[in-house]
T-cell receptor, first 111, second 113 residues
Framework: GQNIDQPTEMTATEGAIVQINCTYQ??????LFWYQQHAGEAPTFLSY????GLEEKGRFSSFLSRSKGYSYLLLKELQMKDSASYLCAEGSGAGSYQLTFGKGTKLSVIP | DVKVTQSSRYLVKRTGEKVFLECVQD?????MFWYRQDPGLGLRLIYFSYDVKMKEKGDIPEGYSVSREKKERFSLILESASTNQTSMYLC????????????FGPGTRLTVL
């Protein structure tokens, strides 16, 4: 079962912090991914969590709680170029190779 | 740098035509995927392949078929295009070495008239 829910849209101010939440159904879980997609472009990989806890990568961090079926992407020191869609995806199958994506969260960063 | 290329950025076809979308990756990846992306529906997996000549159905395979004759190339085929197949088609690939990151091609925006 891979019903993935994330907010449709969010707006945040340049320089601020924003948290994008994602919930998923836990059966068959094999990793949680976040991708960034700018309008008209292909998705690009941001993070992968397979164990509980926080993974930090520069201004971006991703958190996972497997027992709660919950993840979030945290973006700090927002920049205008962070305006994009953020896609949460659940991995399944051997080696997490098969992904089921949520519908994406469109983040608008305003001055 | 991993590079995934798709044969066309934009394609316009007529209902009933047979359509081929080509995807090539240059990093010797074993796994390749075809998705379509529609507003409000997100990315949905059509087919994927773990190896040459192998294919697996994704979530929405109806109306599509695929071909993987060579490791670097994965083709998506619309046997008889219909208007509801108007969409953005994205190809992706991953290495079979435990690194699950999928690398995406630039996409093909297909319009079926």
């Amino acid at each position: 079962g891979q019903n993935i829910d994330q907010p449709t849209e969010m707006t945040a101010t340049e320089g601020a912090i924003v948290q994008i939440n994602c919930t998923y159904q836990t059966s068959g879980f094999n990793g949680l991914f976040w991708y960034q997609q700018h309008a008209g472009e292909a998705p690009t990989f941001l993070s992968y969590n397979v164990l509980d806890g926080l993974e930090e990568k520069g201004r971006f961090s991703s958190f996972l709680s497997r027992s709660k079926g919950y993840s979030y992407l945290l973006l700090k020191e927002l920049q205008m170029k962070d305006s994009a869609s953020y896609l949460c995806a659940e991995g399944s199958g051997a080696g997490s190779y098969q992904l089921t994506f949520g519908k994406g969260t469109k983040l608008s960063v305003i001055p | 740098d991993v590079k995934v290329t798709q044969s066309s950025r934009y394609l316009v076809k007529r209902t009933g035509e047979k359509v081929f979308l080509e995807c090539v990756q240059d990093m010797d990846h074993e796994n390749m995927f075809w998705y379509r992306q529609d507003p409000g529906l997100g990315l949905r997996l059509i087919y994927f392949s773990y190896d040459v000549k192998m294919k697996e159905k994704g979530d929405i395979p109806e109306g599509y078929s695929v071909s993987r004759e060579k490791k670097e190339r994965f083709s998506l085929i619309l046997e008889s295009a219909s208007t509801n197949q108007t969409s953005m088609y994205l190809c992706a690939s991953t290495k079979d070495d435990g690194d699950p990151e999928q690398f995406f091609g630039p996409g093909t925006r297909l319009t079926v008239l």
